[in-house]
């Protein structure tokens, strides 16, 4: 034991791990931040799952229009253990989304996006949007028939975009319409691209939150003033603060274990999603739709009125990711509790 | 020359070349943090103006329409709509079943045809021809063609496009071609779109 803290203490003298991540773990936090605010480590841990698992699927799955589908059934079919893995991207990607968005109605309600937290929210919706787009690419990952004719919709979807339409529409095919490099590109996007802008923008908002503290909770009548709001945290961490470790830390070690333990029985229970037919445009008996967090958008789509459609596909969108996006722009000072402020 | 003088002299030797030295290190620092931007000014573009120019590419790469052999003229007995598939003109060998695409031919008398695309002009899924109801159907929003193409019910905006058709040599071919994603829309990469509802 004696020659492990030696070889320990040895390690760290050169790598000063100890005096960067001590400061991080005893820094001072908040003493009512309890439960209400596990969602975002619960969010954090269904991404690294994501990660691994979306590393381990990678090892075998084939990004080719010829062969993706015949690897995803052999991951489900044959892989030792591969239809349990499956099922755990599938359920972590689920999960990702539902616990995101616990987290982002938390923040809300209780206007933690207020200063001087407003980088902290805005970093969130960006990866709001990163984690949406990721479901969405990696459900045409899945490349059967589904798949296949859900890229149609998306593409038809973005070619309504004034002037960018078009473009976009050849971007998304990676050509005129489906071909080889489709597939390679949707790929490139939910393996490469967006997992590389999600490490930083996840790297940025853990910053801020170490950077600006975890919000306290609200209390009615302590309006936000951005000259004071500092020195009255301040103070209320010296009078009332608790080490982040373990004495917050430990609900979200808690917490998002069980997160994982319930994807993982998820996945052990009902799998990942059925593979649909194969990925041929001449098997026309087919029925799109997107996975569950899209379901609702794609349904409304039925009702939209012609002359407002290309505005409902790309105003409405677009208008709730500025709204979200530019919120505390606008809102961010006042009241904090929610039963004392208008929406925002 | 006395102790004195040489020590005046020393002194003005140290002193006078100071301010040169110190425009000397500006200069030097000016240049030093020049070429270091100059250079990684050069390398960035060294690298951005193949990597985009590789990326960009099929934004402006264009599939060229083909004639396609879809079956034998006595093949089709007159009035029928029947699915039809066939190659599109993709030039990537490992496209493989991305590159087929389907159509509903309809044998309208002894010389012609009218070939439907698939894609529903709303959201592009496929539509299905019911022979009995003699109609298009679209699975994911309750659109409905008429037997010729029109829009009978539901969201689509616009009737089904259509490939040309021939018969060549007592083979029927349908022109494969990219059909506009959007009607009427005339900008961007794809070029200016012909009205579908002028089509056929």
């Known amino acids: ?344 | 020359m006395s102790d004195e003088q040489n020590s005046i002299e020393k002194q003005n030797q140290d002193e006078t070349p100071r301010p040169v030295e110190g425009m000397v290190d500006e200069i030097r620092r000016k240049f030093l943090i020049l070429i270091s931007l100059g250079a990684g000014a050069f390398a960035t573009t060294a690298v951005t103006v193949p990597l985009l120019s590789f990326l960009l590419a099929p934004l402006f790469k264009r599939m060229p329409p083909v004639w396609r052999p879809v079956g034998k003229l006595e093949d089709f007995k007159i009035g029928d709509t029947v699915e039809v598939s066939f190659l599109d003109s993709s030039p990537l060998i490992w496209g493989g079943s991305a590159a087929k695409c389907a159509a509903w031919l309809r044998r309208d008398n002894q010389s012609s045809f009218t070939a439907f695309s698939v894609d529903c002009t709303h959201l592009g899924c496929p539509v299905r021809w019911e022979p009995q109801a003699e109609m298009f159907f679209c699975p994911c929003h309750g659109g409905v063609y008429y037997k010729n193409g029109d829009v009978a019910a539901g969201p689509p905006p616009d009737p089904l496009q259509q490939y040309p058709v021939r018969v060549n040599d007592k083979i029927v071919e349908v022109q494969w071609k990219v059909l506009p994603v959007v009607a009427d829309c005339g900008c961007g990469p794809a070029g200016p779109s012909s009205n579908p509802r002028a089509m056929g």
């Open chain 1, 1 to 344: 034991m004696n020659a492990l803290l030696r070889l320990w203490s040895v390690i760290d003298d050169r790598l000063g791990i100890s005096r960067i991540v001590k400061p991080l773990m005893e820094h001072k936090v908040p003493p009512d931040s309890k439960w209400a605010y596990v969602f975002g480590s619960a969010t954090l841990f269904a991404f690294m799952l994501q990660v691994v698992t979306g590393v381990a699927l990678a090892t075998i799955y084939v990004p080719s229009t010829n062969d993706a589908y015949r690897t995803l059934q052999y991951i489900s079919d044959s892989a030792l253990l591969g239809h349990w893995l499956r099922g755990m991207h599938y359920f972590g990607a689920s999960m990702m989304i539902a616990f995101l968005g616990v987290h982002m109605l938390r923040v809300f309600l209780t206007a933690s996006y207020k200063y001087p937290r407003e980088g902290n929210w805005m970093s969130g919706v960006i990866l709001l949007v990163c984690t949406l787009v990721m479901g969405f690419t990696g459900q045409l990952l899945r490349w059967d028939q589904d798949a296949v004719w859900s890229i149609n919709i998306a593409v038809r979807q973005a070619a309504r975009v004034p002037l960018l339409g078009p473009w976009l529409e050849r971007f998304a095919y990676a050509g005129d319409r489906l071909n080889g490099a489709t597939l390679t590109h949707f790929y490139d996007l939910h393996v490469f691209i967006i997992p590389a802008i999600m490490f930083a923008v996840i790297g940025l908002h853990l910053y801020l939150v170490v950077y600006n503290g975890i919000s306290e909770p609200p209390r009615a009548g302590n309006p936000v003033d951005p000259k004071t709001y500092r020195q009255k945290y301040e103070a209320l961490l010296k009078e009332k603060g608790v080490p982040f470790w373990p004495d917050a830390a430990w609900r979200d070690a808690l917490f998002g274990s069980l997160v994982i333990s319930l994807i993982i029985a998820l996945a052990a229970i009902f799998g990942p999603p059925h593979l649909e037919k194969a990925p041929d445009p001449t098997l026309l008996h087919a029925y799109p739709r997107p996975d569950w967090y899209l379901l609702w958008y794609f349904a409304i789509l039925a009702l939209s009125p012609h002359a407002l459609e290309s505005i409902f596909m790309i105003v409405f969108p677009l208008g709730i990711f500025l709204s979200l996006f530019f919120l505390p722009v606008f809102f961010n000072k006042g009241e904090r509790a929610p039963m004392r402020r208008p929406l925002w």
